[in-house]
């Protein structure tokens, strides 16, 4: 009895830590720069806009199906595994997620600050460090996975729903952006690589994966469950970048022009009165929140495995790492669009070269991943996916080089 009361708890536990993986890589994918995107290449782009979504998603799921298996059947985190291909790889991938995760952590709480002036009219400043104090709480929490596993999969569900809520009140055009799904008037290639670099770039492609492994859902025999997990994973992403874009395109298509400093809260004043700059509120507050703590939490995952005394302080590190990212925004006189622009450079450059790490530990390197072969057409896929990766790098070095001008 007591045996089947523990496999019980062990079970819901399990069920439990997958979720919060399919929920902190979700949300971690969803932040400020998510909504950005997604309202800027709506109004660019109108319903044709649903095409790049179909085909970013695709390439999503190629990259993610791929890193969540190599990961959770090795039982070992990217940085890890590079240090193994290649004595320093490792140490390379992981300063790179790091600063790059620090910049766009000012971004997080930028976001979240700007959904408490929206919610609550509360001054950004006051807003950010509020959010910073928040996500600190949430690691000093007793039960810290559990903590993070809840909240993202919580505030994951309400801006979902109340995206939906709004785009029902926008009323958008469905029939005409599933048509132009697969036959879009048409197709912008920089909006599909700017999707996939949001959606799976930088400490994102590794959020869930490593949350796996940390929960010990590892080895061959959690394969299918991984699997599921990775595409859920992106499935929830792509839901709520669908029902934001219909939001958007309800409004946009009813002639409404967006050209305001916050095109999105005006979008959803435009569907929903004043009751919808509060929801934007709160939806943008839960995007911020969550990618504080997804940022937090990967970017450490990849600092503690680097030296045992770090891992023996990953709480402070978390810790330290939001304290930065909070001190930063609050000095910061200006909105800090260069840093942000500097650290998409950053993940543009991350993606292809620690996906090309995984890609290679699955076709060369076989005893990383306990004899367990990969298999060859996902590893097909993902060579495809890798070589559209390598095209984000490519742009990612113009805007860089950008900054310097």
Same mark, same amino acid.
């Given at each position: 009895?007591?045996?089947?009361?523990? /496999?019980?708890?062990?079970?819901?536990? *399990? =069920?439990?830590?997958?979720?919060?993986?399919?929920?902190?890589?979700?949300?971690?994918?969803?932040?400020?720069?998510?909504?950005?995107?997604? #309202?800027?290449? +709506?109004?660019?782009?109108?319903?044709?806009?649903?095409?790049?979504?179909?085909?970013?998603?695709?390439?999503?799921?190629?990259?993610?199906?791929?890193? $969540?298996?190599?990961? &959770?059947?090795?039982?070992?985190?990217?940085?890890?595994?590079?240090?193994?291909?290649?004595? *320093?790889?490792?140490?390379?991938?992981?300063?790179?997620?790091?600063?790059?995760?620090?910049?766009?952590?000012?971004?997080?709480?930028?976001?979240?600050?700007?959904?408490?002036?929206?919610?609550?009219?509360?001054?950004?400043?006051?807003? @950010?460090?509020?959010?910073?104090?928040?996500?600190?709480?949430?690691?000093?929490? /007793? /039960?810290?996975?559990?903590?993070?596993? =809840?909240?993202?999969?919580?505030?994951?569900?309400?801006?979902? *729903?109340? +995206?939906?809520?709004?785009?029902?009140?926008?009323?958008?055009?469905? *029939?005409?952006?599933? =048509?132009? #799904?697969?036959?879009?008037? =048409?197709?912008?290639?920089?909006?599909?690589?700017?999707?996939?670099?949001?959606?799976? @770039?930088?400490?994102?492609?590794?959020? &869930?994966?490593?949350?796996?492994?940390?929960?010990?859902? #590892?080895?061959?025999?959690?394969?299918?469950?991984? +699997?599921?997990?990775?595409?859920?994973?992106?499935?929830? +992403?792509?839901?709520? /970048?669908?029902?934001?874009?219909?939001?958007?395109?309800?409004?946009?298509?009813?002639?409404? #022009?967006?050209?305001?400093?916050?095109?999105?809260a005006e979008a959803f004043r435009h569907a929903a009165g004043p009751v919808g700059v509060r929801l934007f509120g709160v939806i943008l507050w839960s995007a911020g929140i969550t990618s504080v703590v997804g940022a937090a939490y990967t970017s450490v995952s990849f600092l503690s495995t680097l030296s045992p005394r770090l891992q023996h302080r990953r709480t402070g590190l978390v810790v330290a790492f939001i304290a930065v990212s909070a001190g930063a925004f609050l000095v910061l006189e200006q909105t800090p669009a260069t840093l942000l622009v500097l650290a998409g450079a950053l993940n543009g450059l991350i993606l292809p070269l620690g996906f090309g790490v995984l890609l290679w530990v699955a076709a060369r390197r076989t005893d990383l991943l306990g004899g367990h072969r990969h298999p060859r057409p996902l590893l097909a896929?993902?060579?495809?996916? $890798?070589?559209?990766?390598?095209?984000?790098?490519?742009?990612?070095?113009?805007?860089?080089?950008?900054? $310097?001008?």
């Amino acid at each position: 009895m007591a045996e089947d009361v523990a /496999r019980a708890r062990g079970a819901a536990v *399990g =069920r439990g830590s997958l979720l919060g993986a399919v929920f902190l890589m979700a949300t971690s994918a969803i932040g400020p720069g998510f909504i950005t995107q997604t #309202t800027e290449f +709506t109004v660019r782009l109108g319903a044709a806009f649903a095409f790049a979504i179909l085909l970013s998603t695709l390439l999503d799921i190629a990259v993610q199906l791929n890193v $969540w298996r190599i990961i &959770g059947v090795s039982g070992m985190r990217a940085q890890d595994l590079g240090n193994r291909v290649l004595p *320093g790889l490792g140490s390379l991938m992981a300063a790179l997620v790091v600063f790059g995760g620090l910049v766009f952590n000012i971004g997080n709480i930028a976001g979240a600050s700007l959904g408490l002036d929206a919610l609550l009219g509360l001054d950004v400043k006051i807003g @950010g460090a509020v959010s910073a104090l928040v996500a600190t709480a949430i690691f000093l929490s /007793r /039960r810290a996975g559990m903590a993070v596993d =809840r909240l993202v999969l919580v505030l994951g569900v309400v801006m979902i *729903g109340l +995206t939906l809520y709004v785009a029902l009140s926008s009323a958008p055009p469905v *029939g005409e952006a599933l =048509r132009q #799904t697969v036959l879009p008037h =048409r197709v912008d290639f920089l909006a599909i690589t700017t999707l996939l670099g949001g959606t799976v @770039g930088g400490y994102i492609t590794y959020a &869930g994966a490593h949350r796996l492994v940390d929960a010990g859902i #590892t080895g061959p025999e959690y394969t299918g469950h991984i +699997t599921r997990s990775s595409v859920l994973s992106l499935l929830t +992403t792509s839901v709520m /970048r669908v029902v934001l874009f219909l939001a958007l395109l309800g409004v946009v298509a009813g002639g409404v #022009t967006l050209s305001g400093t916050n095109p999105t809260a005006e979008a959803f004043r435009h569907a929903a009165g004043p009751v919808g700059v509060r929801l934007f509120g709160v939806i943008l507050w839960s995007a911020g929140i969550t990618s504080v703590v997804g940022a937090a939490y990967t970017s450490v995952s990849f600092l503690s495995t680097l030296s045992p005394r770090l891992q023996h302080r990953r709480t402070g590190l978390v810790v330290a790492f939001i304290a930065v990212s909070a001190g930063a925004f609050l000095v910061l006189e200006q909105t800090p669009a260069t840093l942000l622009v500097l650290a998409g450079a950053l993940n543009g450059l991350i993606l292809p070269l620690g996906f090309g790490v995984l890609l290679w530990v699955a076709a060369r390197r076989t005893d990383l991943l306990g004899g367990h072969r990969h298999p060859r057409p996902l590893l097909a896929v993902g060579v495809l996916a $890798w070589l559209s990766t390598l095209y984000i790098g490519v742009s990612s070095v113009n805007g860089l080089a950008e900054l $310097w001008h």
